[in-house]
């Protein structure tokens, strides 16, 4: 018995030492956010984007991706797009494939760690084989869902583009993919996913803790209109508006403050930051 208490001894002395334990949350690097715009799509209307919005009201809308640094993680919330077809269908001013507009930031297509993905629509997945190495993280249920069930009878697979699905089961065959199961979720220290209020599936956002908390929220919020209007984004389906509102709201808590939620495609990001060409620095 005193020898065991003696080995429990020797053992509470050495991590008291060490300074860690069993029970030690890994340290949070302070992570640096960059908003990288790819393209703008020019004469969107605010009615698409906002519910209840002027029909007669149109914006040039930013196409974008977020850059987070730290930790020895190069992490990009969405890869944008590059597919031919939604060129010719979205015609966009001054498009720069995302690999090539990543470089701009000092960061090459094959340092690229991580790449979460906020939801499987064209603009947002497209660009997943642009990266070589990068691990790919999309909620179970929306990888479930549009590589199976979404091109059944009776599925839904509006905005998805079969090629995005093909590199995405290819990506998991490579065993670069994972599912993050549900809300709430930290996938890396300090960074978190949350669940949105399907704008797809199962779309998500990301919480990024620092010095200052940061809430990404790519579509789940269109515009900063939205979040000063309390207005639902107006491609969610009504039954989910109230829903949607409420994840609003939710992000603004999570985020300390409206100004640290980032809508997705509000090309006022970059007025509001301090910018220097396409990248605007967040934190």
């Not at 050495?14 to 004469?43: E, K």
């Not at 007669?56 to 993680?73: F, P, S």
Request: proline share 5%; hydrophobic share 40%; net charge negative.
């Amino acid at each position: 018995m005193r020898k065991t208490l003696l080995v429990c001894l020797v053992i509470a002395t050495f991590f008291a030492r060490d300074g860690r334990s069993a029970a030690t949350p890994a340290a949070v690097p302070d992570y640096s956010i960059q908003a990288i715009r790819y393209a703008d799509l020019p004469g969107f209307p605010v009615s698409a984007l906002v519910v209840g919005g002027p029909k007669d009201e149109k914006i040039d809308i930013a196409m974008v991706v977020w850059l987070i640094r730290g930790g020895g993680h190069n992490l990009l919330l969405d890869s944008g797009f590059h597919r031919e077809q939604w060129l010719k269908t979205f015609p966009m001013n001054d498009f720069l494939r995302p690999d090539e507009a990543v470089k701009l930031a000092g960061v090459q297509p094959d340092e690229v760690t991580d790449i979460v993905i906020s939801h499987s629509h064209w603009d947002h997945m497209g660009g997943i084989d642009l990266f070589p190495k990068a691990t790919v993280w999309i909620q179970k249920e929306e990888y479930r869902y549009y590589t199976g069930e979404a091109w059944q009878p009776g599925g839904n697979h509006g905005g998805i583009d079969p090629e995005d699905v093909q590199a995405l089961v290819k990506i998991n065959t490579e065993g670069r993919l994972r599912l993050v199961n549900g809300d709430d979720q930290e996938i890396l220290p300090g960074i978190r996913v949350f669940t949105g209020s399907r704008h797809t599936y199962a779309s998500e956002y990301l919480r990024v803790n620092g010095k200052q908390p940061f809430v990404l929220a790519s579509d789940n919020c269109y515009l900063y209109r939205n979040l000063q209007e309390h207005k639902a984004s107006a491609t969610f389906s009504e039954a989910d508006h109230e829903a949607n509102i409420k994840q609003q709201a939710r992000m603004i808590e999570l985020a300390g403050s409206a100004d640290r939620v980032v809508p997705g495609h509000d090309a006022l990001q970059f007025q509001k930051f301090p910018t220097e060409g396409r990248i605007a620095k967040i934190h």
